[in-house]
């Protein structure tokens, strides 16, 4: 199979003729379907060296911005649909997953731009903006949504449908999260479940509590929160050591362990500019008496008071 027909499909050019010819391909054998998948990487991905250096992109790519050095290549998976190709007009899905340690930027065929933060997996169909604009996520995102009056723009997260139209906001609702929250930069979205409904307004966010199924909606008191992930930022306000050791987890790559439970409810407020986890922990400690060890991927946190 030609790689310039290859890349014709994967920018939605092909003819439906040209698409049973790719998918006959594929589906003759298993070499063929590793060498699409290959092509469908190399064509995605592009890695980036420099995360502060952050520009516009071509549409339909992924930039990576490490955190931490790893195979980054290998550990961006994207998941083709393919057990389904052989139906007419073949619908693929494809999926993205953001290991620990990094995040990534892409842009969607709509011109939408979408940041993914650590342990993020974000999920949309190939004909994605032909019909509909629709995407699912499980950890955190940050879109800035084009504007399309005729096509609404919805994030599927957990129980929750988040709709927008030509906005900018920020979801976080990872699947061991006992919450999702969506925070709005500018224009408004609408937060449904399947029995309530709440608007958003610029400057306002919405807590959706997930064993209650309830929303609670607040100001926003500082508008850094909306993104402060996408600018290399921790910005605390009275969270315990617990939440807060899940969110240096999925930045880091590492495993926190307490020596103590009571240890995960000390509070900790305050912001911490591009700093190393060693640095992290260092601010933490100067307003607590905690101790903390780094053994390989392991923080192991315990109290200097006897």
Known sequence: MKTELLHKYFRGETTE?????????????????????????LFDVTLFSDGSNIQRKPKGHLYLYPLIAIAAMLAIVFVMDLPHMHKPKQQLSQTIRIPAGQRAQMDLPDGSVVWLNSQTTLTYDEDFG??????????????????????RFIVCCNDLEIEALGTTFDVKGYGDDLSVTTLLAEGSVRVSNKTNTTLLKPGEKVEYHKHKQTFTKSPISDLREIDFWRNNMLIFNSAPLAEIATTLERMYGVK????SEKLKNVPFSGTIRNSSLHNVFYIISLTYPLTYKLEGDTVRIGSSIN
């Open 17 to 41: 003729k040209e698409e049973n010819q790719i998918v006959e391909w594929v589906e003759s054998s298993v070499e063929n379907k590793e060498h699409f998948l290959k092509e469908r990487m």
């Open 130 to 151: 032909k019909k509909d604009r629709k995407v699912t996520l499980d950890g955190e995102a940050y879109f800035e949504v084009a504007k399309n009056k005729d096509k």
């Open 256 to 259: 926190v362990v307490f020596d």
